[in-house]
């Protein structure tokens, strides 16, 4: 009886293996059909870039959002299967801008950024799957990141729209990561994103394509980035450097929140504010102040009169002042000029710098002209820009090119792009070498150091004190990419190029093969 017993218990788990076996079977089949439907594929890559993009994006899935969306192009073929990838594309761009949309930005900017960078990255899917289809897998998983980042580039050299949508935002969090921006700029750090995306499509394709030494390739790619980056973030902290105390002051300015500009009332109590602040960070030691975007504002006709009181400030406190305000020049249709003046200890007026990126549909006065440079006791080298400038990598690589230790950055932000906004700043200085004291307005102000890294912060949301006070280094650092520019985003760009004649060539000697066959 007990060997009957057993031999039960044997049946009863070898049933037991079985039924799960089967089960994982049935699982496994469910997934590779799943995996296998074009529409489950666009849904998936739609749902993996929303998730990972903008605000509240999870880094780790801009890894892998792209392989749904290339497996599709591999499975699929003609004109309508790329019209719903284009509009799922579109779609999908547009839902990612619409998590940064909050009062008082309107709707429609989802719309107008997500065509905009829908029609820069939906291109690079379909040109990488017509390379792969005429030269093979590795030159399709080359030409996806060489086309993608082109695209990226597109964005901010051609189009008005910055690094918005760069993959490389995706990684503010990983610092080492990041560091590759010192070399290649912004663009090296979503490449390697990208490929590592195109062969884990390859890896688990169902057609299973040969994908070893491009896995291979790419994990050296990649330990070798983040390598260089733990390197140099070692080195940075491997020895004490002089820094110098910056601060940067809040303001309870509301103007540009409502049509109606404010009167001279709150002009007098917000100034009140902006002086108070700017003296308790004086008092504390700080020798460089820097204001929001739109601190304030001035009539045309008061503004003398605000320069004069701000070179007082300046000279009395002794310290050198960035002062942000805005100058309304007519109201219907509203055109205003966003701008900050930089005084001197001494209460001079040294320079007076406008906007050079106004956001598309903000009615300011674009500037133009040479990036300033100023020279402070101490010997720092300080330059600037406004905000939404230094999200065009160019701008900021003009500051890099006059050897600058720190940038003033004025900033006026809204719910929805903080703190994201700032910690995309650190971007502009890993790739210049240089600190940034990003003063923001309705957002999150920051000392940032020519690593990437958050020395000090203070949310205009946590208090009405708002002053920030933060130890920077007094020197910059010199960077690869401060020296030669876009010279990886170009060859990216001409690698491409290059990669579209061979295939082309391919199609055509392919025909001309097959027609001598005939022939014979």
Known sequence: MSQLGAFGQKAVAQGKDAFAHARYRGGMKRIKTLYQSPKALLAMGALLLVASQMRFGIGILAWVAPVPWLQYLRITA?????????????????????????????????????????????????????????????????GFASLMVAGEWTMHALLPLGVWGTAANTQVDNLALLQVASITGVHGVSFLVYIVASVLERASCVERPSFGSAALVTTLLVVGGVAYGQARLASASGSAKQTQLVAAVGTDSMVGTSPALPTSEDLARVEAGLFERTTQAAHAGA??????????????????????????????????????????????????????????DDGTMDHTYFK?????????????????????????????????????????????????????????????????????????????????????????????????????????????????????????????????????????????????????????????????????
């Open 78 to 142: 003609g004109w309508k299967s790329r019209l719903a990838f284009v509009g799922v594309t579109w779609l999908a761009w547009s839902a990612a801008v619409l998590k940064i949309v909050t009062a008082p930005v309107p709707a429609a900017m989802s719309l107008l950024f997500g065509t905009g960078i829908a029609l820069a990255l939906m291109a690079p899917f379909l040109g990488a799957n017509w390379i792969r289809r005429r030269l093979g897998e590795n030159a399709g998983t080359v």
């Open 287 to 344: 020798k460089l102040v820097v204001w929001t975007e739109a601190a304030t504002m001035s009539y045309p006709q008061d503004e003398p009169a605000l320069q004069e009181r701000l070179g007082n400030l300046a000279a009395t406190l002794r310290i050198n002042l960035v002062a942000g305000y805005v100058v309304p020049l007519q109201e219907r249709p509203l055109l205003y000029e966003n701008k900050y003046v930089f005084f001197r």
């Open 356 to 520: 050079h990126r106004p956001v598309p549909g903000e009615p300011a006065v674009q500037g133009e002209g040479e990036m300033p440079r100023v020279e402070l006791e101490g010997g720092s080298v300080v330059g600037g820009a406004i905000c939404y400038d230094y999200d065009f990598p160019r701008v900021a690589l003009a500051n890099a090119e006059r050897h600058l230790d720190l940038v003033a950055l004025p900033s006026s932000d809204w719910r929805g792009i903080d703190p994201i906004h700032t910690q995309m700043a650190a971007l502009r200085a890993i790739e210049g070498g240089h600190s940034i004291v990003r003063s923001t307005r309705f957002g999150l102000s920051a000392g940032i150091d020519p690593w990437g890294r958050i020395r000090g912060w203070n949310s205009h949301w946590d208090n009405e004190r708002r002053v920030l006070l933060v130890e920077l280094p007094l020197r910059g650092v010199s960077t690869i990419y401060a020296r030669l520019g876009d010279w990886f985003p170009l060859s990216a760009l001409l690698a491409s190029l290059a990669l579209f004649g061979f295939a082309g060539l391919g199609r055509r000697f392919g025909s001309s093969a097959r027609s001598k066959d005939m022939d014979s």
